[in-house]
Structures are given as structure tokens and as C-alpha cells.
């Protein structure tokens, strides 16, 4: 009998240095992205990955959280911790996707928004809200997809979606399990404790209704087998969102995120 994998397990998965980051599921998803730079304010910051690709003769803007694959490229991508002016520039982008009626793809991995001092500075929880509103209200369909670790509102700010997929062995949750063990029992060694708790992986999601879809993983070719499932989704979703008024495209966006907590038995 194989050993069950708890939420723990899960989380171990999706912090793996060596899981595919969002760029790579960018380059096998999508063709010709180019990548745009720049807040207009302050800086670009490299833990967010913007830009335009093409899919199928299709343009979709993408917003990515980048994680680097080593000690150089985590400090050069900020550890995949996205300062204010990461979120300020996916706003720029996805504002100038809804001009251009572009679909808006968003790709989730993240320990959590950078909680240093200049970024607190900068205004970071209102970057985070002004984006979560921003996406609430955008005119162009939205997918996003947790690809790894999703964790508090440096994930939730870019994932005001009209479909959330996530990966099989993804986690998505208002924080990290250290963090909520420091917090419920002020010991954040408790943390395999807190994630078994914290419904934090795609199956509990997903009976919750938070995320629309389970995207499974293979064990061999992981990155192609998934980027191909991720692709056939990508692009019946669009079809089906693209069908959508405006007013409908948004009051169904509304209404799934207004209903969410019916479905939580407290």
C-alpha cells in the first residue's frame, strides 16, 4: 500500500528548487512572449515576469511571480517575493490588456508579497488591494494558475480570476503553514501541524470550490505534459469567457468570489 501524502508533503513538492517556475511553463505554454518592463513609478522588479504572448494567433498578456532556481537568480528575482512595484506594474499591464482586449493569464508562486521595511514604505497591502480591485473590475477575461506555492496576499493579489486552476502538487493559502503556526500557537515549528489544517492543497480547494480545476502531474516530462494541458485549457477557457458580455463576464465574477464562504461549514 502506497503512503498517503499529506498537506505537508504537498508543501515539500511545491517548494522544490527544482519545480518548473513560471517561466518555463511561459516558453512551452505560449509562443513569441516578450517581456515588458517597468512600474512607470518607481522600478522593475524582477520577482514579477509581465509581458505579451501569443497563443494559437492569439495575444494574451501574462503576469507571472518568478522564483529563481538558485542563490544568485533568488536574490536577482527577490526570492519570488513581489515588491509593491511588481504588483504596480501588473497593474500598468493589465489596464493596457483590457485596452487592447487581450485575455489576461496569471501564473501563482509565491512565499508571499516582500514585508521589508521599504516596501512597507512604498505602500505595499495598497498595491496588493488596488490590484485585487483592478482585477475585479477588468473588462478581459482572467485565468490564473497556482504552479507551485501560493501563499498569502503576494498570491492573492493576482488571482482574482474568472478561473483559478491550480497543479496537483501546488498549495494556495492565506499564508505560509510556519507562519500560521506562529500565530494559532505562537511556534512555528508546528508547521506540519498548520498544513494539515490550513486546506491548502488543490484537493481541498477544490471541494471548497475556491479553485475551478485540478490540473494533474506526470512524474516523467512533467513540464511538456503539463504545459500541454495547461495550453488545451488556456484556450477552451478563453473560448467560453470570450462568449460573455461584458456585464456578464464581470457579475459572474462577482458572484464567485461574493458566494465563496457559503460553501465553508464553520
Not at 57 to 62: S, V
Not at 105 to 113: L, S, V
Not at 151 to 162: F, Q, R, T, W, Y
Request: proline content about 3%.
Amino acid at each position: 500500500m502506497s503512503k498517503k501524502i499529506e498537506a505537508w508533503d504537498i508543501m515539500t513538492i511545491a517548494r522544490n528548487p527544482t519545480r518548473p517556475t513560471a517561466l518555463d511553463y511561459i516558453s512551452n505554454i505560449f509562443e513569441d512572449f516578450v517581456e515588458l518592463h517597468g512600474d512607470r513609478c518607481f522600478k522593475d522588479d524582477k520577482a514579477m515576469v509581465c509581458g505579451i504572448a501569443m497563443l494559437k494567433g492569439k495575444a494574451y498578456t501574462i503576469i507571472a511571480e518568478q522564483k529563481g532556481r538558485n542563490t544568485k537568480e533568488n536574490i536577482e528575482r527577490n526570492f519570488g517575493m513581489p515588491n509593491p512595484e511588481s504588483y504596480r506594474k501588473a497593474i500598468r499591464f493589465m489596464k493596457q490588456a483590457e485596452k487592447f482586449k487581450r485575455p489576461v493569464i496569471t501564473f501563482i508562486d509565491t512565499k508571499g508579497a516582500y514585508p521589508g521595511i521599504g516596501a512597507e514604505e512604498r505602500g505595499q497591502g495598497e498595491a496588493i488591494a488596488k490590484s485585487m480591485m483592478t482585477m475585479a473590475n477588468l473588462k478581459v477575461p482572467i485565468i490564473s494558475i497556482v504552479i507551485g506555492e501560493g501563499s498569502s496576499g503576494g498570491a492573492l493579489a493576482i488571482g482574482v480570476a474568472d478561473k483559478i486552476l491550480m497543479l496537483e502538487n501546488a498549495v494556495y493559502s492565506i499564508l505560509s503553514p510556519e507562519g500560521f503556526a506562529s500565530i494559532l500557537w505562537k511556534d512555528g515549528t508546528k508547521a506540519k501541524q498548520a498544513a494539515a489544517l490550513m486546506k491548502m492543497t488543490a484537493k481541498d480547494l477544490y471541494e471548497l470550490k475556491v479553485i475551478d480545476e485540478i490540473i494533474k502531474e506526470q512524474e516523467e516530462d512533467n513540464l511538456n505534459k503539463t504545459s500541454k494541458k495547461l495550453q488545451k485549457e488556456i484556450l477552451s477557457i478563453t473560448k467560453e469567457l470570450e462568449k460573455l458580455k461584458e456585464k456578464d463576464l464581470l457579475q459572474n465574477r462577482y458572484n464567485k468570489y461574493r458566494n465563496m464562504g457559503e460553501f465553508v461549514n464553520i
